[in-house]
């Protein structure tokens, strides 16, 4: 365990970003019991209060659960903890793209809808710059994750609503990290076909319609992403 005394001065901030830190590197894996406090203390070279405040933080954040009797262990964070941005996403559990996907579902379904009754022809020429994009780019795993997910960020834009717009800013960083393992796993083919329907079914203003790929296009991604889970 690579822990390093501790200083004086901040004594708890540097127990706590210890700690952190074995969690965010891996150290610690998610179900692994951690050392007990008087362990910690003892490395540490601190107090066992001090390490309790420590671990408090680190519950409070989501990274560590503590069972009656049995002590403190390593939580499979959820993608929820990561509204707090000081999380790193390296540490997203493995359902987190499946979740991402979930949620997407319910909020996409619907605002795709809304943009198709907003959309300007502004709007659709840029969906339209987007979509080439992603075809030029779709030997490219990452770049065309990239394209991917403007494509979807350009539909909430287009929604006109504050709310939509600003979920998908505070979640961008879980998006992309979602959308990467994505189209690792199933590559472009599946996200140009939908896009292309669903470009066509904004740029007539069809909000049904619309509503209706959307569904499917999510649905679809979830259902070869299952499979392609089950295989590896």
């Known amino acids: 365990m690579g822990i390093q005394p501790i200083k004086k001065a901040n004594v708890s901030e540097q127990v706590y970003e210890q700690l952190k830190k074995q969690l965010l590197n891996g150290e610690w894996k998610q179900g692994d019991k951690i050392p007990s406090e ?19 933080k680190l519950t409070a954040l989501g990274l560590i659960e503590t069972r009656v009797g049995e002590g403190s262990f390593v939580r499979e964070v959820k993608p929820g903890v990561y509204m707090n941005a000081i999380i790193p996403l390296a540490y997203l559990g493995e359902n987190s793209t499946l979740e991402v996907l979930e949620f997407r579902y319910v909020v996409e379904s619907e605002s795709v809808g809304l ?38 960020f350009k539909i909430a834009q287009i929604t006109r609503n504050s709310l939509i717009i600003e979920t998908y800013n505070i979640l961008n960083d879980i998006l992309e990290t979602a959308m990467n393992d994505i189209v690792k796993r199933l590559g472009f083919e599946i996200g140009i076909y939908y896009h292309t329907k669903l470009l066509e079914a904004i740029e007539h203003h069809d909000s049904e319609h619309a509503k209706k790929i959307m569904k499917e296009h999510v649905n679809k991604t979830i259902e070869n992403y299952r499979k392609e889970r089950l295989v590896e």
């Open 115 to 152: 943009a198709a009754e907003r959309a300007t022809q502004e709007d659709i020429a840029e969906l339209k710059e987007i979509l080439k994009n992603m075809e030029d780019v779709k030997e490219d795993a990452q770049l065309f994750a990239e394209a991917d997910l403007r494509f979807h």
């Open 38 to 56: 008087n362990e910690l203390a003892e490395a540490f070279n601190v107090s066992r209060i001090t390490v309790r405040h420590a671990i408090q």
